[in-house]
């Protein structure tokens, strides 16, 4: 074979294009086909010179009617182009698409059909991706002219053959995205911008993501409508804002309300106390216990006013440093006062105290909390016993679980919750003295650290209080 041979050998077998000969009258009977359609279909060239109606029987039964047409065409105008599926030996399917020609002898009668098809299966899939893109797509050269565009949405640029983006577009945006497409040429770094387009009556917001493409001198852009993603987060961030005013004037009014409900409470108070004073011999022992329950009511609510002032003040507690955890604890156990530090206690603590980041002051007040907790509601029969042991956070490595477990009375799991609510409790004032706000501070104080608080009992069976407080890094 000379070279001219070998390349052409070389064409029909290796490349794109599947080549045949074909008798003029319909059904075509193959005549010689290259040896690159056993490649794309399977068959081999024997096989199809052998059964004549082989091909035509391998077009998708959907496509037929349509290639008939086509065969039609060729027929009457001499040639025609065609796009059909072919089943191949595996059953599968490929897209192709070809086109023929039909030769005619000196007299003008037809003498043979000629033609090539080639396989568009990749690139339909390309295209059908493309087009399932929720996002608008084009392209365009560096000085802002499309030389591709696929809209979808709000963004229409059905309009834009032959435009450029400043024909399209107001200026200021134009100027911002022409930028961004000489940026991403420049520095063949894709680029990100958003931008605010008149749209009706209102306004979208649109993020444009240019990349370059294959032949680097136009760049490929993706522009996502982004108005409903911006409208959402800025309706969260108004509704964040409009929470933590609402904070911020409940606490100064817990504050208030507090502070101004002590004044008549003392008032009351000193009345009591001077009626005993003054009439205590005349009055006799019902009116003295009277006199104790207006004492002792008052006292009551002195507490409970003084723990809603100290859960007011919780968000505005000293800034965040980092400390042991050991230190805080210490400090808890020391500020043990009253029948609370006469009572024997062992304590187990933890080996190892990481270094943590929060405000000291607050995590000595939540151990301080649970301490006197575990102390109050410890059990008639054995001595008090508090464990602190700490693990760290499997769902964030950031944080330290820290758990206090006691042997105490213990409590229903089905209260796990309620307990941490402001005023809440499970006991009359009588069984066990108490506001019902320590664990409502504790909660506070522990979400002030971005941390969360939970508890875990049985009744008779003591109580584990754990909370997650962040390390120093
Ligand atoms: P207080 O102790 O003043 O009632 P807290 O908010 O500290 O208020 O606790 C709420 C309730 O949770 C308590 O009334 C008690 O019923 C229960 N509780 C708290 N700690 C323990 C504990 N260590 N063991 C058993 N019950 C507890």
Sequence with gaps: MNVSDRALDFFFREGPAVFFTATPDFPWVIQSISGNVEAQLGYSVQSILNSPTLLWDSIHPEDREQSTKHVHILETKGSSEHLCRMRKTDGTYVLVQGEFRLLRDDKGAPEAVIGYWTDRTERERSRAILSAIPDSIFEVDREGRFTFYQTHRSLDLSRSTGMSLHDMMPKDVADLLLNAVQRALNTKETQTVKYVMPHGKTWRHYQANFGTSLSQDTAV??????????????????????????????????YIASHDLREPLIGVAGYATLLQKRYGTSLDETAHRFIEGITQGTRNMEAKIDDLLALSRVNRGNQMGSFPLGTAIDAAKRSLVGPLSTCAVEFKLPGVTPLLKGDRGQVTQVFQNLFSNSIKYRSPD???????????????????????????????????????????????????????????????????HNGKVWATSQPGQGSTFSFTLPLAS
């Design 221 to 254: 852009a993706i522009i996502r409508d982004i108005t409903d993603d911006v409208l959402h987060e800025k309706a969260l961030s108004e509704q964040k804002r409009f929470l933590e005013e609402a904070n911020v004037s409940l606490e100064q009014f817990v």
């Design 382 to 448: 054995k001595p008090v016993t508090i464990e602190i042991s700490t693990k760290p956070d499997p769902q964030n490595p950031h944080m330290l679980i820290v758990s206090v477990t006691d042997n105490g009375i213990g409590f229903d799991p089905k209260h796990a919750e309620r307990i941490f609510g402001v005023f809440q409790r499970l006991y009359t004032i009588q069984q066990y003295p108490g506001t019902g706000i320590g664990l409502a501070i504790v909660k506070k104080i522990v979400e002030r």
